[in-house]
Nanobody, 116 residues
Framework: QVQLAESGGGLVQPGGSLRLSCAAS????????MSWYRQALGKERQLVAA????????MYADSVKGRFTISRDNAKNTVYLQMNSLKPEDTAVYYC?????????WGQGTQVTVSS
């Protein structure tokens, strides 16, 4: 059974930082592309960052480029999202995803709130 467990969310002031973690189990982690999505209240879920399995290449949404960094530790079956210079508009539930279009697994999400 595949499980993805996000952690690291919380309340942070504008300009602050958080690091999200997503621990995976029940799958051969190194074979999967990993990505982070977020969903703000009343809005659609959007892709934030992705790291592809083969070459380790990454992609970011324009709104987070230069502020967020995705990384992975295959030995720990964990993907991270380092978020710096946080803005109120980054407030959302953040989800990690393993896989792509055909086969995908999702975590339960972790709330990130950016507010003074």
């Amino acid at each position: 059974q595949v499980q993805l467990a996000e952690s690291g969310g919380g309340l942070v002031q504008p300009g602050g930082s958080l690091r999200l973690s997503c621990a995976a189990s029940g799958l051969t982690f190194s074979r999967y592309s990993m990505s982070w999505y977020r969903q703000a209240l009343g809005k659609e879920r959007q892709l934030v960052a992705a790291m592809f399995n083969a070459a380790g290449s990454t992609m970011y949404a324009d709104s987070v480029k230069g502020r967020f960094t995705i990384s992975r530790d295959n030995a720990k079956n964990t993907v991270y999202l380092q978020m710096n210079s946080l803005k109120p508009e980054d407030t959302a539930v953040y989800y990690c995803k393993a896989g792509g279009t055909i086969t995908a697994y999702w975590g339960q999400g972790t709330q990130v709130t950016v507010s003074s």
